[in-house]
C-alpha cells in the first residue's frame, strides 16, 4: 500500500473541523502496524497547523501504561504536539463543540528549562533539564469514529490529543517523589480513576526521558520553555457533559476543568 500522507491527514483534520469523525485509517490509508507512515500522517498535520498560525508549546506523551499498550499490541509509548490553541486554563469551561469524543485523564507536566538536543540523555540531565511540574489534566480526544484505534490511529492522529490544563502551582523536581504520586480524579466530589506515578512507564521521569532520546534521534528535540504531559497516571475517564472534574495529585496539588452540557453552547 502506497501511503498519501497528506490525504491522510487531511482526513483527520476535515474530522476535527467538522465535528464528524471519520473511520479508521489502519488497512485504509496506512498498512496496520505502519508505525513510521503514521507519523508522517501526524507531522503533515502539525506543518498546516502551523503554517496556519499556530505556535508548538511542547508534546504529550501517549501509551504508557501496559495494560494500554498490550490492547493495542504495542510496547512503547507514542508521542503527539501540543499547541498554544489546545491549553485551557485551570477551571475555565471547555465547550463540548470543540471535542468530538472527549475523554478526561489526569498527569504529571514537566515544563523544561533548558535544551534537551543529546539523544543520549541521561537522568541528571533530565533532573537540570526540568524547572518546574504542575498538575495536569489532559483531554483526550479522537477523530476516528468510535475510538475505534490501533496504534497506527492514534499516532497519526496526533496521539489522539484533544485539549489540556496546567494547574498553576509549580513545584520543584526535587521535592516530589514521582514514583509514589497517588492521583485522584474526582467528579462531583466521587473519585472516578485513582491511580500513582508508577502507573507511567514506573515513573513518568522514565517517560520524559523516552520522549527526549526519540525526539533528539529524529532531529527535533524538546527545548526550554517546552510543555510535556508525560502519561496518565490512572484511567481515562469519558467526558459527562456539563460535569467538572479535579485531579489531586500528591506533592503536586489539584487542577480542574469543567465542560458545558451541549455542543451548542
Same mark, same amino acid.
Given at each position: ?118 539523544? &543520549?540523555?541521561?537522568?541528571? %540531565? #533530565?533532573?537540570? /533539564?526540568?524547572?518546574? +511540574?504542575?498538575? $495536569?489534566? @489532559? ?32 513545584? &520543584?523536581?526535587?521535592?516530589? %517523589? #514521582?514514583?509514589? /504520586?497517588?492521583?485522584? +480524579?474526582?467528579? $462531583?466530589? @466521587? ?75
Amino acid at each position: 500500500m502506497t501511503v498519501d500522507y497528506e490525504t491522510a491527514a487531511q482526513e483527520l483534520i476535515v474530522a476535527r473541523e467538522s465535528g464528524q469523525p471519520c473511520p479508521p485509517l489502519r488497512g485504509r490509508l496506512i498498512p496496520d502496524g505502519d508505525v513510521d507512515s503514521a507519523y508522517l500522517v501526524q507531522q503533515a498535520q502539525v506543518r498546516q497547523w502551523l503554517a496556519g498560525g499556530h505556535r508548538r508549546v511542547g508534546a504529550k506523551i501517549g501509551l504508557t501504561s501496559r495494560a494500554v499498550q498490550e490492547s493495542l499490541g504495542v510496547y512503547q509509548p507514542d508521542f503527539g504536539v501540543l499547541t498554544e490553541e489546545t491549553a485551557v486554563p485551570d477551571g475555565v469551561e471547555v465547550p463540548l463543540g470543540r471535542l468530538l469524543q472527549p475523554r478526561v485523564e489526569a498527569e504529571i507536566a514537566f515544563v523544561l528549562g533548558t535544551d534537551l538536543p543529546d539523544e &543520549r540523555v541521561t537522568t541528571a %540531565d #533530565l533532573t537540570r /533539564a526540568v524547572d518546574h +511540574l504542575l498538575p $495536569a489534566i @489532559e483531554i483526550v480526544d479522537s477523530r476516528i469514529a468510535g475510538w475505534d484505534i490501533a496504534i497506527v490511529d492514534t499516532v497519526a492522529d496526533n496521539a489522539s490529543s484533544g485539549l489540556f490544563v496546567l494547574g498553576t502551582t509549580p513545584r &520543584r523536581l526535587a521535592d516530589v %517523589d #514521582l514514583r509514589l /504520586a497517588g492521583m485522584v +480524579l474526582e467528579h $462531583a466530589g @466521587e473519585p472516578i480513576s485513582v491511580g500513582a506515578g508508577a502507573a507511567c512507564l514506573g515513573n513518568p521521569l522514565h517517560a520524559l526521558a523516552w520522549l527526549a532520546r526519540t525526539l533528539a534521534r529524529i532531529g527535533d528535540p524538546l527545548c526550554a520553555g517546552d510543555v510535556v504531559l508525560s502519561g496518565a497516571l490512572g484511567p481515562m475517564v469519558p467526558v459527562t457533559p456539563g460535569a467538572a472534574y479535579e485531579a489531586r495529585i500528591s506533592g503536586l496539588g489539584s487542577v480542574r476543568t469543567c465542560f458545558t452540557k451541549g455542543v451548542e453552547e
